[in-house]
T-cell receptor, first 111, second 111 residues
Framework: NAGVTQTPKFRILKIGQSMTLQCTQD?????MYWYRQDPGMGLKLIYY???????DKGEVPNGYNVSRSTTEDFPLRLELAAPSQTSVYFC??????????FGPGTRLTVL | DAKTTQPPSMDCAEGRAANLPCNHS???????VYWYRQIHSQGPQYIIH?????ETNEMASLIITEDRKSSTLILPHATLRDTAVYYC????????????WGLGTSLGVNP
């Protein structure tokens, strides 16, 4: 099993550009999560999903959108990139919720 | 905000036991204590969790006080590869499996 995979690993965006961060898991997990982590800080939950077709906001959803059309994929969309969205983004999945498996992260810089 | 309190940093000699404390004085009866760690720049990794009994797995032991207001994660023989930030998280089954992350404890294992 590949576990949780994320693409791209690194990305530099200009202010106002948009992009989609991809996340795929091959463990047939129902729960999936998107977090961001700023330098020296803990993780903040952006959005989560408890199953295909169901998504909900986390602590810091503003500026982001998600969709969950399949069990495997949970993409995160940034519509109008801002410098405040410079961060490391982690995707995670879980079978029953609290034991979460994380991807390697996407390092995003907005200039 | 995170409901647990951890020391910001600790050091441990290689080969010795590392004991990482966590206070969770407001934990309710159905909330578990979860421990994760994050090795530099990587996604967090699940270690162990418990409700009220002590737990042990191949990575660590978790000791929870009888009043459940605090716990200690024990790495029995720390190695250099255990250098990481360790997060203690309290979470229940009724909150859509959302984890609220604090700043954790940065553990340095010294040769």
């Amino acid at each position: 099993n590949a576990g949780v995979t994320q693409t791209p690993k690194f990305r530099i965006l200009k202010i106002g550009q948009s992009m989609t961060l991809q996340c795929t898991q091959d463990m047939n997990h129902n729960y999936m999560y998107w977090y961001r982590q700023d330098p020296g800080m803990g993780l903040k939950l952006i959005y989560y999903s408890v199953g295909a077709g169901i998504t909900d906001k986390g602590e810091v959803p503003n500026g982001y959108n998600v969709s969950r059309s399949t069990t495997e994929d949970f993409p995160l969309r940034l519509e109008l990139a801002a410098p405040s969205q410079t961060s490391v983004y982690f995707c995670a999945s879980s079978y029953y919720g609290n034991e979460q498996f994380f991807g390697p992260g996407t390092r995003l810089t907005v200039l | 905000d995170a409901k647990t309190t951890q020391p910001p940093s600790m050091d441990c000699a290689e080969g010795r036991a590392a004991n990482l404390p966590c206070n969770h004085s407001t934990i309710s009866g159905n909330e578990y204590v979860y421990w994760y760690r994050q090795i530099h720049s990587q996604g967090p990794q699940y270690i162990i969790h418990g409700l009220k009994n002590n737990e042990t797995n191949e990575m660590a032991s978790l000791i929870i006080t009888e009043d459940r207001k605090s716990s200690t994660l024990i790495l029995p023989h720390a190695t250099l590869r255990d250098t990481a930030v360790y997060y203690c998280i309290e979470t229940g089954a009724g909150n859509n499996r959302k984890l609220i992350w604090g700043l954790g404890t940065s553990l340095g294992v010294n040769p």
